[in-house]
Nanobody
Framework: QVQLVESGGGLVQAGESLRLSCTAS????????MGWYRQAPGKQRDAIAI???????NYAGSVKGRCTISRDNAKNTVYLQMDNLKFEDTAVYYC?????????WGQGTQVTVSS
């Protein structure tokens, strides 16, 4: 089993920045991808960023240029740096680990951006 704990969410004003963190523990192997989804009220959960085991990254168009995903393999932690936040970034942000096709999710952290 793998457990994920997110942190770093909060209430910010438009234009400000936040850094989300997600630390995995448990039966973690070295080769896995990690990433972030978000879910706004009344909407589906959407992928926003992914980072592979070798550090390749990909972003959703809605956050490209404003967000940076990174990871610290020694700490089994993935980060999401979000800059120039917009009102429409308001959502619950979930991290995940894809390990051998099995996906584990964190509990989510709320990000609220006031306009």
């Amino acid at each position: 089993q793998v457990q994920l704990v997110e942190s770093g969410g909060g209430l910010v004003q438009a234009g400000e920045s936040l850094r989300l963190s997600c630390t995995a523990s448990g039966n973690i192997f070295s080769m896995h991808s990690m990433g972030w989804y978000r879910q706004a009220p009344g909407k589906q959960r959407d992928a926003i960023a992914i980072i592979t085991s070798i550090g390749a990254t990909n972003y959703a168009g809605s956050v490209k240029g404003r967000c940076t995903i990174s990871r610290d393999n020694a700490k089994n932690t993935v980060y999401l740096q979000m800059d120039n936040l917009k009102f429409e970034d308001t959502a619950v942000y979930y991290c995940y680990v894809n390990q051998g096709g099995r996906v584990y999710w964190g509990q989510g952290t709320q990000v609220t951006v006031s306009s």
